[in-house]
C-alpha cells in the first residue's frame, strides 16, 4: 500500500497568514488521485479537495491544492479563525486507499 | 445531502464481534452505482478504510482486515452495517460511514459524506 507522509506535523500561524502543508507518497499517485480533508475537534473529516486541485461544493477559494506523482500540497491563502484545524491528505489511485497522518494548524 | 449516522455498542469485549449500523437518509442505497463504506480512526495510528458495498451486495475490502469484516446492506431499512470479528485493544478506535464519491459517469474512493462518527472501545 502506498504510504502518505504529511509534513510539517504541526503549522502554528496567525489568522490571515499563508498555510502550505505537504503531502509525499512513497510511490507515484495515479492519475493525481490525491484528497483533501479538514477535521474540527470532535467532528468527522469533511472533504476539501480531490482530484489534486479540485475544490469540493461550498470549500472557499482560499483553499488550493497542486501537486502529482509523489508531491501535493495544499495552501490556505488567508488562514481564517475557523480554518485551525487538523489536514488529512488521501490517496485512492491505488487499493488499498490510504491517509496520511495529519498536520494540525494551530493558533500561534 | 446525504446524511449517514452510526449506531451500535460503544464497548466490545476482546474476541467477541463489533456490530455497526449506518442509516442513511437523503439518498438510497440501492441506487445503482454508489458506494458505501466504513472507515475508523485510531488515535495513534490516524485513518483507515474498512471497505465499501455497492450494488447492495458487492463487497470489497482492506486486505489487512479481509479476514475479520463483513459488511452488508438492508435496502428496505436503508441501512448498511459492518461486522469485525474476534476484535481486540487494536480495533478502539472511532467508527465512521462514509459515502464515495461518484460523478456522473464514475465513482472514486474518497468520501463526501461522514457520520458523526462512533467510538468502540474493547475492553473486558
Known amino acids: 500500500e502506498i504510504v502518505l507522509t504529511q509534513s510539517p506535523g504541526t503549522l502554528s500561524l496567525s489568522p490571515g497568514e499563508r498555510a502550505t502543508l505537504s503531502c509525499r507518497a512513497g510511490q507515484s499517485v495515479r492519475g493525481r488521485h490525491l484528497a483533501w480533508y479538514q477535521q474540527k475537534l470532535g467532528q468527522a473529516p469533511r472533504l476539501l479537495i480531490y482530484?489534486?486541485?479540485t475544490r469540493a461544493t461550498g470549500i472557499p477559494d482560499r483553499f488550493s491544492g497542486s501537486g502529482s506523482g509523489t508531491d501535493f500540497t495544499l495552501t490556505i491563502s488567508r488562514l481564517e479563525p475557523e480554518d485551525f484545524a487538523v489536514y488529512y491528505c488521501?490517496?485512492?489511485?491505488?487499493?488499498?486507499?490510504?491517509f496520511g497522518q495529519g498536520t494540525k494548524v494551530e493558533i500561534k | 445531502q446525504v446524511q449517514l449516522q452510526e449506531s451500535g455498542p460503544g464497548l466490545v469485549k476482546p474476541s467477541q464481534t463489533l456490530s455497526l449500523t449506518c442509516t442513511v437518509s437523503g439518498g438510497s442505497i440501492s441506487r445503482d452505482g454508489y458506494y458505501w463504506g466504513w472507515i475508523r480512526q485510531h488515535p495513534e495510528t490516524g485513518l483507515e478504510w474498512i471497505g465499501y458495498i455497492y450494488n447492495s451486495e458487492s463487497t470489497f475490502y482492506n486486505p489487512s482486515l479481509k479476514s475479520r469484516v463483513t459488511i452488508s446492506a438492508d435496502t428496505s431499512k436503508n441501512q448498511f452495517s459492518l461486522r469485525l470479528n474476534s476484535v481486540t485493544a487494536a480495533d478502539t478506535a472511532i467508527y465512521y460511514c462514509v459515502k464515495e464519491y461518484c460523478s456522473p459517469s464514475n465513482c472514486y474512493a474518497f468520501f463526501d459524506s461522514w457520520g458523526q462518527g462512533t467510538l468502540v472501545t474493547v475492553s473486558s
Open positions: 488521501q490517496q485512492y489511485g491505488s487499493s488499498p486507499g490510504t
Open positions: 482530484g489534486a486541485s
